[in-house]
């Protein structure tokens, strides 16, 4: 059970209550789990007495599995019952005991109040690339170039093959290099040389990553020079990809092509649709809302450096030097503005829709989830946390919200055109007559 203590403009506090007998099955949950789990010698799996498990697991341990259980349940559902969109929250749990309800208080920040503007009548003009024969063929050469072969000659070197150079000096080695996408300075250093020859390319002033490499010149041997080799398009290149036929190798890529272009058509629409809900919209923003969201995506910037090897710090310092810190700042606040309008345009639009994802629904997505990272629900639960769940609940809603407007939008469209195909109709038969 939910009660609201207090709201004052986006500032909310509320209490859950959980029985004591939701309590108990929590705590039965987790004692089944670790009696199946916890290998204790001298007894069979399931069957050694709470006492000792508890003796090799703590009853810390079982306290807060049983508490984060109870929280990843009752947080969300508390939210959902006092219809509440949090955009973050602290959670102050009380004290938690076997036979007892279990309390928590929840202090949090709402989204502002927002005013869309009337989308009933709006005509979304993007939609889906048209598959051409043109189209296809481009992607049917496309197969053969990605499918090529290479043949050694006896030649200079063309514009088009691949050639095997052996790197002098130290850090040095032997590749291939592919010169139809190879850059113009070792495709113009290579082209008309031959097998056997010593060749000096000249690499010009760059940047990699966050290092400024000086004009160099790299010295390479000619190892080996080969041709690409492209297969004719009939039924044995069909036969190379697994398809009975060149004819049913065209008609299974077609209808991949107008699949992968419908997606698009849906996502430019989805895009065109959210775009406009964003520049009729009426909202005051707090700039905490706005900073949060930057930071946020800061840290994962700093993340994804940390997993390639980089330190925040020397790539700050770098932008620094280079003059172009500003700048990187400035683009990471417009793209939080971004973001956050698009939450707070999509979150209204459910709200107005009325949208609501059932708790099968909610369970349905998690489970699969869950199931395309390898994890079990409540493991996946867990990783989450109570805010991760009630998040993800947030962006169901909201995406369910969003496939029914383009739908109704869709099938207005739809009916405007029979209404004008009738009135079509109905004229001509008239001067006919």
Do not use: C
């Not at 928590?104 to 989204?111: D, I």
């Not at 919200?401 to 109905?426: F, M, N, R, V």
């Amino acid at each position: 059970m939910a009660e609201l203590i207090s709201r004052e403009g986006n500032k909310v506090e509320f209490k859950v209550s959980v029985p004591a007998a939701e309590v108990n099955r929590a705590y039965d949950q987790v004692w089944a789990g670790l009696a199946r789990d916890v290998r204790v010698p001298g007894f069979r799996p399931g069957k050694a007495p709470r006492k000792v498990i508890e003796g090799r697991v703590g009853k810390g341990y079982v306290e807060q599995e049983v508490r984060d259980r109870l929280l990843e349940t009752h947080y969300t559902q508390a939210a959902r019952e006092l219809k509440l969109s949090l955009v973050d929250a602290s959670i102050e749990p009380q004290t938690l005991a076997s036979g007892q309800t279990f309390e928590f208080t929840v202090k949090g920040e709402t989204y502002p109040e927002v005013k869309l503007a009337d989308w009933s009548g709006l005509s979304l003009s993007a939609a889906a690339p048209e598959i051409t024969d043109e189209v296809l063929e481009r992607t049917l050469n496309d197969l053969r170039e990605r499918n090529a072969t290479f043949e050694s000659v006896e030649r200079p070197i063309e514009a088009g093959d691949q050639v095997t150079i052996e790197e002098e000096g130290e850090d040095g080695g032997t590749y291939p290099v592919y010169l139809d996408v190879a850059e113009a300075h070792v495709r113009d250093a290579l082209v008309g040389k031959t097998k056997g020859d010593t060749v000096e390319i000249t690499v010009p002033a760059h940047s990699h990553g966050d290092h400024e490499h000086a004009e160099h010149t790299v010295t390479v041997k000619v190892v080996d020079v080969k041709t690409k080799q492209l297969q004719e398009l009939d039924d044995a290149f069909a036969g190379s990809l697994n398809f009975d036929s060149l004819e049913r190798l065209r008609t299974d890529l077609k209808g991949e092509l107008e699949r992968r272009a419908q997606q698009e058509g849906e996502a430019a629409r989805r895009e065109e649709f959210i775009t406009a809900l964003v520049d009729g919209m009426e909202a005051d923003i707090p700039q905490a809302l706005l900073d949060r969201r930057r930071e946020g995506m800061l840290e994962e910037i700093k993340d994804d450096l940390g997993r390639q090897g980089v330190k925040w710090g020397e790539y700050e310092a770098f932008m620094q030097e280079q003059g172009k810190l500003d700048d990187f700042m400035a683009d990471l606040g417009k793209n939080a503005e971004s973001r956050v309008k698009r939450d707070l345009v999509l979150e209204k639009l459910a709200e107005d829709l009325k949208v609501q994802v059932s708790d099968t629904e909610f369970n349905q997505t998690m489970n699969a989830l869950a199931q395309a990272n390898g994890l079990t629900p409540a493991e996946l639960s867990k990783q989450l946390g109570p805010n991760g769940i009630n998040s993800y609940y947030i962006s169901l809603v909201r995406e369910k919200g969003l496939q029914q407007a383009i739908a109704q939008l869709s099938g207005a469209k739809s009916e405007g055109s029979e209404a004008a195909e009738s009135t079509e109709e109905q004229s001509t038969e008239t001067s006919a007559e």
